[in-house]
Structure formats: structure tokens, C-alpha cells
């Protein structure tokens, strides 16, 4: 194959008229105008430790991230060649793009040695990191066993050709270097090149140079040299990648939405906070009344990182966007929600009405529940949830998410990554983050190292004692000392405990309660249990139908459950609920009876957070009993964790109780765990792969078979593709059993037959011939 007039870096829409933006010189120039408008964006932040290192490296790393595509087969697969068509190549482009700048001997490194090698000994194995990393598919290369497919690793050999080329002869590849010529230490020719031959193993000619061992040596001197970068060049790295991939992705997405995608960034990037956007939000919720005194102090800190503890439904929200007004001024407003369901739930109560507010709701699932909130799927809002997915966040005022939209940052996940201008330029909210599990608050204390400059918000019901320590210690006088509720909500006694030996034990008081119109929340620690629970209530004639709420139904189905839960409780008349943890944060309601199997004590106090929520002064405390409960190989819980739960409980047990007691309680177990704060994003140096950023089982989540004719028809109808977001509504979290092996895939999802799992729309989902699963 001849090389083609113009290189391509996108497969051409029509092969006879390529578009500016589908060429690889078109593609670079925009994505280099993305990094200076990002770069531009951001300076007013102060969140570079060594500004010139990290805006060269994505800068440059912007004009030779996708230099990899210039190769006979990339070119002929876009190109759509039949002889290329059932062609892998045999390195992704743009690790190709890492060995061309450092590794791959030829004029082309010489040259780029030459050019930039004054800024620093690392520089250029630093951009190469740069360039390479954008997939998030640089790392050691794991055993073949590991990888899922064949183009997971480095270097591929099946379906590949014995060899391929690099044309560094062609007239685009110079125009890049021209481009890079315009950051180079002094003023500097641009080579005539010549096309390399690359063989993929070893050839006859001892002197030629293969790609296994080139790969081989990249990657061991990558792994050596890290070691001798220092602190900030490690920070600037992070931040040069995390530009290079934002950059990259507005570079492509916004081609097809706006014809002037740099004005749209710029403006998207401006669109900051001012106090008056938040006002209506606190008025509207005060309803002519005023703020409490917490909130009040809540709101005035001067403190770099403020830190509240108050119990569940004493106003910590409204507290937060009282503390925004003063500290999101001239920011983007990150609230991070522990949840999807407490993320929805938020926005919908504090949001979704301020229409003259740029706001987003930012999770997975998000546009399922946008179009439950908005009732249709004509509204603009919902229109602008469909707009622009990965760059959601950029154009927003205030951003409802889950946390992992803005610590996932920290381990390399995509829509953080995506969302990094954003975040760059944040004010944050941390809701609810006794709830971390190890991993995740690992997370949070890295996030708070590295962001120092940006204003954030801590809220908690209570916190253990160990990690309020280990919070002093990372920000020493960064943290004010914790700002308590409001005394007299905090100290109403809201709760009376009762133990149970076993489930049984509590129906007697279920019955009694629901005869007299009451509300009651039982709540198991799993699936199996709760539908368990469910049987035996339906089986107890109880003359009104339970509802039962857990996490394994598709995600409409359990849209449409929470939102028949939250109903059931609102509405007069009696109300059973059986429910596993997902109940814990999402839902807003009161029960007049909770009943729960044990638990650890954080969850035990968000359970306790659905009991008696709206109390009064002098009335009578909401009645919870718990009943015994041990775990199967740790699952869900550690039993060490259920132990120390049930000794607290021994001198809490048939007394009432305030939020203030639970606080206490749990600042005084002794809780053992060890809090990792390793980051891919900063750590990761040389390597750039994605981590996982919560603790948990192995799960899956999958679509069924029998929904994919709906699917297709829903999305047809919107024209829409076939993608992760699109199919949400359909998806099920299974946990993943080693039985079952599902090959087939929708929309990135493994598809069940019905031969595997079995779904009832009241029940939920489960392996077929399978006893429910644990959790």
C-alpha cells in the first residue's frame, strides 16, 4: 500500500472528501488548541507546582500523542483496505508514539532529543509517558493468562503482520515536527525522514531492531528511571496527562456537536459560581426562616478544609450551599454524593428547579433518572444530559455526582479524567464520608494532599476516631476542628435499641405497628435474606402488599421501586418496606419501626438515619430492633467489624438515644483497617492504566437477553447508539459467579440468556438454579 495523500486519524465519513478534523494534522491542531484553552482556563487555580514543565509536556505531548497513526497498516485500516481489514496492528498507535519519541533509534528521536533536551534529563521520557498514556493503556505487560483479549498487551501477535511501517518520509508527519518545532529550546530544522521498516521478532539482521524488544526495553527503562524523578515532575506529569486526555476527547466529541469547539470550551471553562446562583437554592428550603446556628458556623469558616459533623436530617445540605456561597464564588461547586441513589435524590431536591443555574447530574445512571425527575424526555435539561457525555461537567455551575466522578481521578477513571478542567477549577462538597470504605477515604486524604488550594466541605453523621486522626495528620492547619449540629437536634433522643436473637423474634412488633397505620423498615444485610423476609411477610396475610427494594433489578425497575418506596411513606396508611443496604443513604423517609440485622456501626447509624427522622421535642423515641447476624467468609461484612458492633451495643441496648450517642460510639471503637492512599494517577509515573477506587466483591453487570429487542427499538427511536449510558436502564448488578461464563456482549455489557439468569420483576434478578446470592 502506497502512503495516502493526507494521514488520517479518523476513518474518513467520505473517503473522497476528507474533513479537516478527520486528519491526523487537523485532529492534532484541535487537540492542541483544546490543551492551550485548558492550560489557559486553569492558570487562575494555582494548582501547578511547576507550571513551564507541565504546560510543555501537554503541550508537545498534544501535538505527538497520535504520531503512532502513521503507519501502512493504522492508515489502511481506517481507510477501510480489504488487505488491512482482519488486521491487528501490532502495537496501539499511541505507545508507538512513546517508542518514536524515546526508545525506536532513528533521526526522528535524535531529533526530538535535540530539541527539547533542555528542559531537564527526564523531559523526554517524561512526554513520551505523556503521548503514550492518553488510552490509559501503558503498563507492564501482564502474563498472557491475565489479559482478557489479545490487543490488551503491548505487543500483539496474532492476526498481525510480520512487519509493518512507519512513514516518517511523509509530508504530515513534518508538519507535525513543525508544530513541535514551536516549543523547542532553541530555534531548530525539521529533518527529511525516512520510512522505518519495524519487524515484529527477531530477523536475520543481528543489527535491525524488532518490536518485542524494543517494548521490552521501553518498559525496563521507564521502570528504572522513575526513581530519579522528583516530586514535582511527578505532580507535572499527572497533570500534563490528565490535560492531554481531556484534550483529546473535546477534540473529538465536539467536532461533531459545534462548529467553533474552542469557543465552546472557553466559554464551557468560564462558566463559574457567583454567590447570587446559590441564594434562591437556601431561601427556598429556609422557607422565610433562618439558618441554625451550625449552619451559620458552617457557613462563615475561613478554614481551607472544613470539616462538619452532624446526624442525618439536621440540614448538613443546606448547610453546605450556605458554605458555598463564600468558598465556590469563582469555582465550579463539585457535591459528591456517596451514591447514585443520593446523588439523584440531591439533585432533584436542591437542583433540578434552578433553571437559571448551569447544574448536572453526573453518574452511570444518570439520564435514567433525569428523565424519571423531569417526567419526559423532550425537556431541555434532559436534552443537555444527552449532549456531550464525556464533557459533561465542563459548562456546569453546580455538579451533583457520585464521589467517584471526582476521586476517580486519583485511580485513572475515565470520566474523571474527562472531567479534569472541571475539577481543576472545583470547590467540593464530600457528603457522608464515614461511609468510605477504606480504599475510597485513601482516596479522599490523596485528593486533599494534591489539591491544596481547592476550598472542600467534609460531612459526616460521625466519624471514627482513627480517621478523624488520620485527616489532622494529612492537613495539620488546613483543618478547622469539626463543627458539631445543632446541640438540640443533636442531642434528642430519637432512637430506643432492642435486641432480637433472631428475624423471627420481630414480627409480633411488625404486625402490631402496621395495625395501627404505621411505617416499618426492615432492612437485611442480603439479597437472599431480604427476599427471604419478603416470603415470609407475604405469607403472614399481613392485609398490605410489602414492597421489596434491593439492588438487583434493572435499573428502571429499581427507579420505579425507590420511587414507590419513598411514596409508600409519604402517603398516609401503613407501609412495609424490606430493603438491603442500598436503602441505607438514598431514600428520604421516616419509619416508625426499623428493624435490622447487625450491622457495623456506620451502617447501623445510617439504618438509624431512616428511623424517626423528623423529630420533636418531648416525643417519644422511634423503636429499632436488631437481630443477630454472622457472615460466610466475610461476606458481606468482616465479622471482626460485627463483633465490635455488637459490643458497643451492650451499653446501648434498651435506652434512648441521640445522634449525639451514636457519634460518640463510634469515635470510640477501635477500628482496624489500613488506609492505602496509592494513586495511578500520581504514583503510577511512567504507567497509566485504571485502578479500582472502592473496596468489594467481584460483580458484573449484564443485560438480559429477552430486553435486547426493547433496547434496540428504544434506541432506534432516538437515534441512538448502542452504548453504556444509552443501555443503563436495562443493566442488572449480579454478584459474579464462577458457573457462569457469558461470551456474548451489548453495548459493552455481557448478555444473559434466560437459560442463565432468571428475572422477576417483584423478586428481582438471580443465577437460575441458584440459590440467592449472599450479597
Known amino acids: 500500500m502506497l502512503p495516502p495523500k493526507t494521514l488520517l486519524a479518523k476513518s474518513p465519513i467520505n473517503h473522497s472528501i476528507i474533513k479537516p478534523w478527520e486528519s491526523l494534522v487537523g485532529h492534532t491542531r484541535q487537540v492542541l488548541n483544546a490543551t492551550k484553552k485548558i492550560i489557559a482556563s486553569l492558570r487562575y487555580f494555582n494548582i501547578f507546582r511547576n507550571q513551564q514543565c507541565f504546560e510543555l509536556l501537554a503541550l508537545i505531548g498534544a501535538i505527538l500523542h497520535d504520531l503512532g497513526k502513521a503507519t501502512n497498516i493504522f492508515q489502511g485500516m481506517l481507510l477501510r483496505k480489504k488487505a488491512f481489514c482482519n488486521k491487528i496492528h501490532p502495537i496501539r498507535h499511541e505507545i508507538l508514539s512513546a517508542l518514536l519519541i524515546a526508545q525506536l533509534n532513528s533521526p526522528l528521536k535524535d531529533w526530538v532529543q535535540k530539541a527539547f533536551a533542555g528542559y531537564g534529563q527526564h523531559f523526554i521520557w517524561m512526554l513520551s509517558w505523556v503521548a503514550g498514556g492518553h488510552h490509559l493503556k501503558l503498563h507492564l505487560d501482564k502474563p498472557f493468562h491475565i489479559h482478557t483479549k489479545e490487543t490488551d498487551r503491548l505487543v500483539r501477535v496474532q492476526g498481525t503482520p510480520k512487519e509493518f511501517i512507519f512513514w516518517g518520509s511523509h509530508p504530515d508527519v513534518k508538519e507535525l515536527l513543525k508544530m513541535a518545532a514551536c516549543f523547542a529550546c532553541q530555534k531548530i530544522e525539521v529533518p527529511e525522514l525516512q520510512d522505518v521498516i519495524i519487524p515484529l521478532a527477531e530477523v536475520d539482521d543481528l543489527d535491525a531492531q524488532n518490536l518485542k524488544t524494543i517494548v521490552e526495553d521501553y518498559v525496563y527503562d521507564s521502570s528504572n528511571l522513575v526513581v530519579q524523578l522528583s516530586a514535582d515532575e511527578k505532580v507535572s506529569l499527572a497533570l500534563a496527562k490528565a490535560v492531554l486526555i481531556a484534550a483529546d476527547v473535546a477534540g473529538s466529541a465536539l467536532t461533531a456537536e459545534t462548529t ?36 451559620e458556623s458552617v457557613a462563615r469558616s475561613l478554614a481551607p478544609v472544613t470539616l462538619t459533623i452532624a446526624g442525618c436530617g439536621t440540614g448538613k445540605t443546606l ?49 435514567v433518572d433525569i428523565e424519571r425527575i423531569l417526567r419526559s424526555d423532550e425537556e431541555d435539561l434532559w436534552e443537555e444530559n444527552q449532549r456531550l457525555e464525556s464533557l459533561k461537567a465542563w459548562p456546569q455551575q453546580v455538579i451533583a455526582c457520585t464521589v467517584d466522578t471526582v476521586l476517580g481521578l486519583m485511580q485513572n477513571q475515565r470520566r474523571s479524567l474527562f472531567s479534569f478542567p472541571a475539577i481543576a477549577s472545583g470547590a467540593f462538597v464530600f457528603d457522608e464520608i464515614h461511609n468510605y470504605d477504606a480504599k475510597l477515604f485513601g482516596a479522599l486524604i490523596r485528593f486533599l494532599r ?76 442480603t439479597v437472599a435474606d431480604a427476599v427471604a423476609a419478603y416470603d415470609h411477610a407475604l405469607a ?236
Not at 466559554?267 to 429556609?286: H, R, T
Not at 465550579?332 to 435524590?345: E, I, M, R, V
Not at 436495562?730 to 442463565?756: C, D, K, N
Open 450 to 525: 494534591t489539591f491544596t488550594e481547592s476550598p472542600v466541605l467534609l460531612m459526616s453523621a460521625s466519624i471514627p476516631e482513627n480517621r478523624l486522626n488520620f485527616l489532622r495528620a494529612t492537613l495539620g492547619e488546613r483543618l478547622a476542628e469539626p463543627i458539631r449540629g445543632d446541640p438540640e437536634l443533636e442531642n434528642l433522643d430519637r432512637y430506643q435499641l432492642e435486641w432480637c436473637q433472631v428475624p423471627e423474634d420481630c414480627w409480633p412488633a411488625v404486625e402490631r405497628i402496621l395495625e395501627n397505620g404505621g411505617k416499618v423498615l426492615w432492612v437485611c444485610n
Open 540 to 775: 403472614m396475610n399481613l392485609n398490605i402488599a410489602p414492597v421489596l427494594y434491593h439492588s438487583r433489578f434493572r435499573y428502571q425497575d429499581r427507579v420505579s421501586l425507590q420511587e414507590r418506596v419513598i411514596n409508600s411513606f409519604r402517603q398516609e396508611g401503613p407501609a412495609l418496606v424490606i430493603s438491603t443496604q442500598v436503602c441505607e443513604m438514598s431514600l428520604d423517609i421516616s419509619a416508625d419501626l426499623l428493624v435490622t440485622a447487625l450491622a457495623p456501626f456506620p451502617a447501623l447509624i445510617q439504618r438509624l438515619g431512616r428511623l424517626n427522622r423528623y423529630p420533636q421535642k418531648n416525643s417519644l423515641p422511634g423503636r429499632c430492633l436488631v437481630y443477630d447476624f454472622s457472615c460466610q467468609e466475610n461476606r458481606p461484612y468482616r465479622n471482626q467489624d460485627l463483633a465490635m458492633t455488637k459490643q458497643a451495643l451492650l451499653t446501648m441496648i434498651n435506652k434512648p438515644l441521640s445522634q449525639r450517642h451514636l457519634a460518640k460510639a463510634l469515635e470510640e471503637i477501635q477500628v482496624s483497617e489500613e488506609i492505602k492512599t496509592y494513586s495511578a494517577w500520581l504514583d503510577g509515573v511512567w504507567e497509566s492504566d485504571q485502578r479500582p477506587l472502592r473496596e468489594g466483591d467481584a460483580s458484573i453487570t449484564v443485560i438480559l437477553r429477552q430486553d435486547l429487542t426493547e433496547i434496540q427499538d428504544f434506541l432506534k427511536k432516538r437515534r441512538q447508539k448502542p452504548n453504556c449510558h444509552n443501555v443503563a436502564a436495562w443493566t442488572i448488578p449480579m454478584y459474579l459467579h464462577p458457573q457462569f461464563t457469558l461470551s456474548e456482549r451489548f453495548a459493552g455489557y455481557p448478555v444473559a440468556g434466560e437459560g442463565v439468569i432468571e428475572y422477576d420483576p417483584v423478586r428481582g434478578a438471580k443465577w437460575r438454579k441458584q440459590s440467592w446470592e449472599i450479597i
Open 319 to 367: 448547610a453546605a450551599y450556605a458554605w458555598a456561597m463564600r468558598h465556590a464564588a469563582g469555582k465550579k461547586l463539585f457535591f459528591c454524593y456517596p451514591t447514585t441513589g443520593t446523588a439523584s435524590s440531591g439533585f432533584e431536591d436542591y437542583l433540578v428547579a434552578q433553571s437559571s443555574l448551569e447544574r448536572a447530574l453526573i453518574h452511570g445512571r444518570a439520564q
Open 260 to 295: 467553533e469547539p474552542l469557543r465552546w470550551i472557553e466559554g464551557a471553562l468560564q462558566q463559574y459560581l457567583v454567590p447570587e446562583n446559590l441564594e434562591k437554592i437556601i431561601q427556598d428550603k429556609l422557607g422565610g426562616g433562618d439558618l441554625r446556628d451550625f449552619q
